[in-house]
């Protein structure tokens, strides 16, 4: 099976800009998390879709969003970009529900804020 | 929500020595414990995990303990090797969807 996969791989944008990111999970997995790394806070939740339903959401303001599709990729948006949101962002699907199962990752894209 | 901490976020060994590296969790609720190596420009790739019904569990040389009462988890590599170099991070799973709360991180590296 072909692992998570994540397009772009990197981006260069300036404030105030919004960016869109992608993520296609394994094949049969229902479940898409997006973490956000950092080096000074490691990784952080962002939100988790299953089955096209927000079902979590990390502590992170309203310029970034989700959403799912029928077909299980995932797409990730931040609005109004700041210099802060410079970071990788993770993708990782799973095919339990349940929450006490493997994530699998993408190999992230990286974001660049100037 | 949870908090999971991380201790320590560097640590040297010599080849053949033991690392260890501890994580403690503030939520009673969480009850997947799993850990992750991320090789540096890689992604993050599971290696080993335990759930709370289990005090420990050992796959080949790195084992995970988890202290429940105190609310601590241990991941322990034996017998190191240079490619065991890499960053770690423990997390936590409340059950309540795949929402991992991510350590901090240890920088390990392993020298010849």
């Known amino acids: 099976k072909a692992g998570v996969t994540q397009t772009p791989r990197y981006l260069i944008k300036t404030r105030g800009q919004q960016v869109t990111l992608s993520c296609s999970p394994i094949?049969?997995?229902?479940?898409v998390s997006w973490y956000q790394q950092t080096p000074g806070q490691g990784l952080q939740f962002l939100f988790e879709?299953?089955?096209?339903?927000?079902?979590n959401k990390g502590n992170f303001p309203g310029r970034f969003s989700g959403r799912q599709f029928s077909n299980s990729r995932s797409e990730m948006n931040v609005s109004t970009l700041e210099l802060g949101d410079s970071a990788l962002y993770l993708c990782?699907?799973?095919?339990?529900?349940?929450?006490?199962?493997?994530?699998?990752f993408g190999p992230g894209t990286r974001l660049t804020v100037l | 929500g949870e908090n999971v901490e991380q201790h320590p976020s560097t640590l040297s060994v010599q080849e053949g020595d033991s690392a260890v590296i501890k994580c403690t969790y503030s939520?009673?609720?969480?009850?997947?414990f799993p850990w992750y190596k991320q090789e540096l420009g890689k992604r993050p790739q599971l290696i080993i995990d335990?759930?709370?019904?289990?005090g420990e569990k050992k796959d080949q040389r790195i084992a995970v303990t988890l202290n429940k009462t105190a609310k601590h988890f241990s991941l322990h590599i034996t017998e190191t090797q240079p490619e065991d170099s890499a960053v770690y991070f423990c997390?936590?799973?409340?059950?309540?969807?795949?929402?991992?709360?991510f350590g901090t991180g240890t920088s390990l590296t392993v020298i010849p």
């Open positions: 335990i759930r709370s019904n289990v």
């Open positions: 879709y299953f089955s096209e339903t927000q079902r």
């Open positions: 094949s049969g997995h229902r479940s």
């Open positions: 990782a699907s799973s095919l339990m529900t349940s929450g006490d199962s493997e994530q699998f």
């Open positions: 939520d009673s609720a969480s009850n997947y």
């Open positions: 997390a936590a799973d409340q059950n309540t969807g795949n929402q991992f709360y």
